[in-house]
Nanobody, 127 residues
Framework: QVQLIEPGGGLVQAGGSLRLSCAAS????????MGWFRQAPGKDREFVAA????????YYSDSVKGRFTISRDNAKNTVYLQMNSLKPEDTAVYFC????????????????????WGQGTPVTVSS
């Protein structure tokens, strides 16, 4: 099972950009579907984006579609979340997640479907 490390996060003004990264340990990273969830204070965890094992397919919540881009580099065991045109409502703790799968097309918007979670990194967008 991989372990996920999320450095960074940070404070950015509305309209700005930020890139999150998530590095995975282990040699089977390419067999994990990856994703990002976020949790704002007082709210449930919310699906943000997901990418399949090969990186061929990506999925987004309606609230971030067109502004955020998820990508992965299997050679570097890393998944990224590029966040552009940030809004104050994007303020949350962002979690990188992983799920081992043999299905190239698998992904999920349900946080319960992911077995591996990073420690979370805070993102604050000021108005």
């Amino acid at each position: 099972q991989v372990q996920l490390i999320e450095p960074g996060g940070g404070l950015v003004q509305a309209g700005g950009s930020l890139r999150l990264s998530c590095a995975a340990s282990g040699r089977t990273f390419s067999s994990y579907a990856m994703g990002w969830f976020r949790q704002a204070p007082g709210k449930d965890r919310e699906f943000v984006a997901a990418v399949t094992t090969s990186g061929d397919s990506t999925y987004y919540s309606d609230s971030v579609k067109g502004r955020f881009t998820i990508s992965r580099d299997n050679a570097k065991n890393t998944v990224y979340l590029q966040m552009n045109s940030l809004k104050p409502e994007d303020t949350a703790v962002y979690f990188c997640v992983a799920e081992f799968t043999s299905w190239r097309t698998w992904y999920s918007r349900d946080p319960r479907e992911y077995d591996v979670w990073g420690q979370g990194t805070p993102v604050t967008v000021s108005s």
